[in-house]
């Protein structure tokens, strides 16, 4: 599916002259990765887990010829969009930045398409328009849920959204980025047969996390994910999974999260951690070989 041209007799917007920005934040991976069958139909689930590191896009009105994003997935949001909405983007400049590590399951490609969009939206005074970010999307890549600012359950591969999810839970995090990347193209069939497999273990795995979002209750959740953490690491393993599971307790964590196509690996914690604690963690993953970050990830809670 791709956007379709607009065919509202609305009168064409008449975009900014000043410089207008878009943001949109990445991801920590995933609480839930698995097989969803929805409206009689297999598809790939996710309950992706936003964090608060951003991705930005820029644009500045001026004299520049060819106004066209560096990023080609950017670029071809810009053509998408203003075929979709009936506009030519004025002369002028990109600049972006982000704060999201690419290629580790942190949405960095997703959260720079949307903050571009969301420029976009700026730029020519629209309203933002998630069905229409949706489209965008559907003609570009698979996508994370992060241009809907909640939880949700999410098809990635039909780009539909399941279930809403709200915006009621949240968790403290700390966690490190293992090494490498991998291709969610090329894992793509090994995945598919270990969610044939695994089938029951996966439907009870979203069973509970979802009755945990409806009830908003972030321990069930944190459970959930762990669950599906373990699940991901019978066909993608994370080195330190292992370790880090068996100092879960100790340290007082609620759950464990990864990105299961990624290679995030951290703790969930339902409240704020203490310095000493912090200090704790640090240690633990520096004797691991690791530099740990701390995030806020989703939502409501502490």
């Given at each position: ?107 960095s490609s997703t959260a720079d398409i ?146 299961h196509t990624g290679r995030v690996i951290?703790?969930?914690f339902t409240q704020r951690l203490g ?28």
């Amino acid at each position: 599916m791709t956007a379709a041209p607009q065919t509202s007799l609305a009168p064409t917007p008449v975009p900014r002259t000043t410089t207008v920005s878009g943001v949109c934040n990445g991801t920590l991976g995933e609480l839930f990765q698995g097989p969803v069958t929805h409206r009689g139909r297999p598809g790939i689930g996710l309950v992706s887990f936003p964090v608060d590191r951003y991705a930005w896009a820029h644009f500045s009105p001026g004299p520049d010829d060819d106004p066209s994003p560096e990023l080609a997935k950017a670029a071809a949001a810009v053509r998408l969009f203003c075929a979709h909405h009936g506009v030519r983007l004025p002369p002028g400049r990109w600049s972006r930045h982000s704060e999201l590590d690419v290629g580790v399951g942190m949405a960095s490609s997703t959260a720079d398409i949307v903050a571009t969009l969301r420029c976009l939206f700026a730029l020519f005074g629209l309203p933002y328009d998630a069905a229409a970010v949706r489209a965008v999307l559907t003609g570009i890549e698979r996508a994370d849920s992060v241009f809907l600012d909640e939880f949700a359950l999410y098809l990635s591969d039909r780009h539909e959204v399941v279930e809403p999810l709200g915006t009621r839970i949240g968790f403290h995090t700390c966690f490190v980025v293992e090494p490498g990347s991998i291709d969610t193209t090329a894992v793509t069939p090994l995945l598919l047969e270990h969610y044939r497999h695994r089938a029951d273990s996966y439907r009870r795995c979203l069973d509970g996390m979802l009755a945990a979002f409806r009830r908003s209750d972030p321990v069930g959740v944190a459970r959930a994910a762990s669950t599906s953490a373990a699940l991901s690491q019978e066909v993608l393993p994370k080195a330190r999974y292992d370790a880090i599971v068996a100092h879960r307790r100790e340290f007082g964590a609620d759950g464990v999260f990864v990105a299961h196509t990624g290679r995030v690996i951290g703790y969930l914690f339902t409240q704020r951690l203490g310095r000493r604690r912090m200090d704790e963690l640090s240690a633990f993953f520096h004797g691991l070989g690791h530099q740990c970050s701390f995030a806020w990830g989703g939502y409501g809670g502490a």
